[in-house]
């Protein structure tokens, strides 16, 4: 008896161990996407509460300066530094507790002169599920190089950004040389957008005329691609890496396509690919006395199947691709007197 118990096999068999192993990558294989779903899910929650703060500091803004911040001021048009003004994003950093980088910085001197903004990154500008919101643009011999990206764009309106022959802006909640008050919001605080996700270095081209007129688009994809030139002279995956720049590329987007959707470049130009998926600028705001900007800067996000976006009235919320681009663009606009549903 005692033999047959000094006998008896006490460790795995190899097939067992395989066994084993087997069923524990199987359970991680399993457990895998329900992690990568909490992670997405908290980094949502983040970008939500970003939004969130910029939309406070921008409300703080409207409260001390008794007006909401230009995207840009140029006292004259033509051959200036397109460099030379500040974005919104500059304009409210003491309300974001970012007093100490606003004190060492002019806002009535070109930011790429100021060394102050070299390598500096404000966190709150960037959203933790875009992985190129930590990577730095050499802007040099620019002073303030390298710079950092905004993943997040003011309201821009629809199609129109600035027109230089009579100072007029878009339909949206920003533009240059003017300085809106909430009070103009007349389709409602709660029914306006002010700011929502974009993509940090998002190619774009910019300085070619629109295609068939200055109208604004039916709000149908293939007819907004339709108005954009086949081909760039100027292409590069630069959109939305300069924070502090005061131009539309850089700080903003447009209702002209709703959330994430692609519009597609029809044949190789500069530094981009035919197909791919760009913005586009008709010409650099400030650049000239006579041409008005017109733009298709598209908010995207890498949150499946959205965007993160925050209201006038400082609410956020998730905005689906599936909107309906008339309701996305209705809520672009700060004066359309459209009616829109809750339910979008």
Same mark, same amino acid.
């Given at each position: 008896?005692?033999?047959?118990?000094?006998?008896?096999?006490?460790?795995?068999?190899?097939?067992?161990?395989? %066994?084993?192993?087997?069923?524990?990558?199987?359970?991680?294989?399993?457990?895998?996407?329900?992690?990568?779903? %909490?992670?997405?899910?908290?980094?949502?929650?983040?970008?939500?509460?970003?939004?969130?703060?910029?939309?406070?500091?921008?409300?703080?803004?409207?409260?001390?300066?008794?007006?909401?911040?230009?995207?840009?001021?140029?006292?004259?048009?033509?051959?200036?530094?397109?460099?030379?003004?500040?974005?919104?994003?500059?304009?409210?950093?003491?309300?974001?507790?970012?007093?100490?980088?606003?004190?060492?910085?002019?806002?009535?001197?070109?930011?790429?002169?100021?060394?102050?903004?070299?390598?500096?990154?404000?966190?709150?500008?960037?959203?933790?599920?875009?992985?190129?919101?930590?990577?730095?643009?050499? %802007?040099?011999?620019?002073?303030?190089?390298?710079?950092?990206?905004?993943?997040?764009?003011?309201?821009?309106?629809?199609?129109?950004?600035?027109?230089?022959?009579?100072?007029?802006?878009?339909?949206?909640?920003?533009?240059?040389?003017?300085?809106?008050?909430?009070?103009?919001?007349?389709?409602?605080?709660?029914?306006?957008?002010?700011?929502?996700?974009?993509?940090?270095?998002?190619?774009?081209?910019?300085?070619?005329?629109?295609?068939?007129?200055?109208?604004?688009?039916?709000?149908?994809?293939?007819? %907004?691609?339709?108005?954009?030139?086949?081909?760039?002279?100027?292409?590069?995956?630069?959109?939305?890496?300069?924070?502090?720049?005061?131009?539309?590329?850089?700080?903003?987007?447009?209702?002209?396509?709703?959330?994430?959707?692609?519009?597609?470049?029809?044949?190789?130009?500069?530094?981009?690919?035919?197909?791919?998926?760009?913005?586009?600028?008709?010409?650099?705001?400030?650049?000239?006395?006579?041409?008005?900007?017109?733009?298709?800067?598209?908010?995207?996000?890498?949150?499946?199947?959205?965007?993160?976006?925050?209201?006038?009235?400082?609410?956020?919320?998730?905005?689906?691709?599936?909107?309906?681009?008339?309701?996305?663009?209705?809520?672009?606009?700060?004066?359309?007197?459209?009616?829109?549903?809750?339910?979008?």
């Amino acid at each position: 008896m005692l033999n047959m118990k000094l006998n008896r096999r006490t460790a795995f068999t190899l097939i067992e161990l395989l %066994v084993v192993i087997a069923i524990i990558g199987i359970l991680l294989a399993m457990l895998m996407p329900a992690i990568q779903a %909490v992670r997405e899910a908290s980094r949502r929650t983040q970008c939500l509460n970003n939004l969130r703060q910029i939309a406070l500091a921008v409300h703080n803004y409207e409260t001390a300066q008794r007006h909401l911040p230009p995207s840009a001021e140029f006292a004259g048009y033509g051959g200036i530094n397109t460099n030379s003004s500040w974005s919104i994003h500059g304009r409210i950093l003491p309300y974001l507790e970012q007093g100490n980088v606003y004190d060492r910085v002019d806002l009535n001197v070109a930011w790429d002169d100021q060394s102050a903004i070299s390598g500096l990154k404000i966190p709150i500008y960037a959203c933790p599920s875009d992985p190129e919101s930590d990577t730095p643009r050499d %802007v040099s011999p620019k002073l303030a190089s390298p710079l950092f990206p905004t993943t997040y764009g003011f309201n821009f309106g629809s199609w129109l950004i600035f027109d230089p022959l009579n100072n007029r802006i878009g339909d949206g909640m920003f533009g240059p040389n003017r300085r809106l008050r909430l009070r103009d919001v007349l389709d409602g605080t709660s029914q306006t957008l002010l700011v929502a996700d974009v993509k940090a270095r998002q190619p774009y081209g910019r300085n070619e005329p629109l295609v068939g007129g200055t109208d604004l688009p039916p709000p149908d994809p293939s007819a %907004v691609a339709a108005r954009i030139p086949a081909s760039f002279a100027w292409c590069r995956p630069n959109g939305h890496t300069e924070w502090p720049d005061g131009r539309v590329h850089h700080q903003g987007f447009t209702t002209t396509l709703g959330p994430n959707q692609r519009l597609l470049l029809s044949m190789d130009s500069d530094q981009c690919a035919a197909g791919t998926d760009i913005d586009y600028t008709s010409r650099q705001e400030g650049t000239s006395s006579t041409i008005p900007t017109f733009a298709v800067i598209t908010s995207r996000s890498y949150h499946t199947g959205l965007v993160n976006a925050a209201l006038v009235d400082g609410s956020t919320r998730p905005v689906s691709n599936s909107i309906d681009l008339s309701i996305w663009r209705a809520l672009g606009t700060r004066a359309g007197r459209e009616i829109i549903s809750d339910n979008y």
